[in-house]
Structures are given as C-alpha cells and as structure tokens.
C-alpha cells in the first residue's frame, strides 16, 4: 500500500461539527481517522475559534440529538452538536406559569387545570 493511500485509510470518518446562536450558527464537516474522539474532533474543526463562548468543560455535547461524552469514539457520518447552557429551567418556568394562572383565576385551584364554567361553586 503506497504512503498517501495509508493516509486515506487511516482519515476515514466523514463528521459534522455543529454548533449555533440565535444569530450565527455554523456547521463544519471535517474528514478524521477511525479513532478520533468527539473533543479531537470538536478541536480539529476549528469551532472553538468560530464561538469563543464555548467551553468544553461547562457545554454538554451530542452525537445525533443524542448526549455523549468528550472521550467517546466516532463513526463515520457522525454529527456533533455542541449545546448551549439553559436559561432557564423549563420545570420551573412551567410551574410559574402554572401558579400564575391559579392567582388570575385562569386554572382551577383544585385540578390546576382550565377553570370550568358549569362546576358548582363552593
């Protein structure tokens, strides 16, 4: 097997690095060997210098939507995505919501659901 052929065989895996804001979002595809890493991989494609917000101790990452782990290994045609930290909680936005409509008399105070117009008051 000639040098460059090597070469090719050992840079096999075809990746996307994603990663966006509501403004700016970018998408980079890169060509890594078999056992890159998600972190190498994330490092090689040049994103880190794109968004200097990211860092990767604090923002969770992804392999298709799905949570993963700086060290795992990737396969071809893999897609990373790197996350954006919450802003808040959804639980907690949704229980406020929910208290909210109780004060307004929007909710039942019992059910906590919409307020039935044919239910007897008490």
Known sequence: ????ATEQADKANQIEVVYGVPN?????????S???TVEQAIIESGMLTLFDEIDL???????????AKLNDILENGDRIEIYRPL???PKEVRK???????LEGRADK??????NSLRKKD
């Open 1 to 4: 097997m000639s040098e460059k």
């Open 24 to 32: 700016k979002q970018k998408i980079l595809a890169i060509t890594t």
């Open 34 to 36: 078999n056992a890159t």
């Open 57 to 67: 101790t604090k923002n969770k990452v992804g392999i298709w939507n799905r949570v």
């Open 87 to 89: 802003l808040a909680d």
């Open 96 to 102: 406020r919501r929910a208290e909210k409509a109780k």
């Open 110 to 115: 019992v059910t906590g659901g919409r307020v």
